[in-house]
């Protein structure tokens, strides 16, 4: 689950091509948000604008990103910023093969958001990481953000005891 960002879907392409059973996913919250805030954008009233969201979100909620494309050409002769217009147009096509039924996801109990792992980022990086003053190699950061991984999952304490070891802080 991706916020659709460039960055990460070149990397999804080339850096995860080895792998067979992959699948990257845009995320519902950011899809959805982008298509209300470009809708605010592109419509000239505020009834046009309920109007193309409502349809956008039927749309891309089932997975039908062309009905959606087809939706934002028929806005065209009476858009107020043709240049946003395009620039959504533009995000859609690029972002059609990571746009899936999302309905169909959450029956299945599926994710579509990536809340979860935005929330773990939020705790094992930037509360410790991204304070003022702080610098970070990248090889650093990474120790520090297993480290951190190891300690909310507590898997710290169930190695020592699997190894049965006393930690060093722990030896008398």
């Known amino acids: 689950l991706g916020d659709g960002a460039k960055w ?19 995320d ?30 039927a749309s891309l909620w089932k997975g039908q990103v062309d009905a959606a494309l087809e939706a934002l050409e028929a806005c065209r002769p009476q858009t107020k910023n043709e240049k946003k217009l395009q620039e959504l147009i533009d995000y859609l096509r ?19 958001g990536s809340a979860h ?7 094992i990086v930037a509360k410790r990481q991204k304070n003022r003053g702080m610098h970070w190699s990248e ?13 909310l999952n507590q898997s710290w304490d169930l190695y020592w005891q699997k190894h049965q070891v006393l930690p060093l ?4």
Not at 29 to 56: D, V
Not at 117 to 123: F, N, Q, R, V
């Open 139 to 151: 090889a650093t950061a990474d120790a520090l953000a297993a480290l951190k991984t190891v300690m």
């Open 28 to 57: 519902w919250y950011h899809l959805r948000h982008k298509c209300a805030n470009f809708a605010s954008m592109i419509c000239a009233t505020r009834e046009a604008k309920t109007a193309l969201k409502k349809t956008l979100s």
């Open 94 to 112: 690029a972002r059609k093969p990571y746009i899936v039924n999302y309905d169909e996801r959450r029956r299945q109990q599926q994710y579509i």
């Open 169 to 172: 802080a722990t030896a008398s």
């Open 117 to 123: 792992a935005e929330k773990a980022c939020d705790l």
């Open 8 to 26: 990460l879907r070149d990397f999804f392409e080339t850096r995860l091509s080895a792998f067979t059973h992959k699948e990257l996913l845009l």
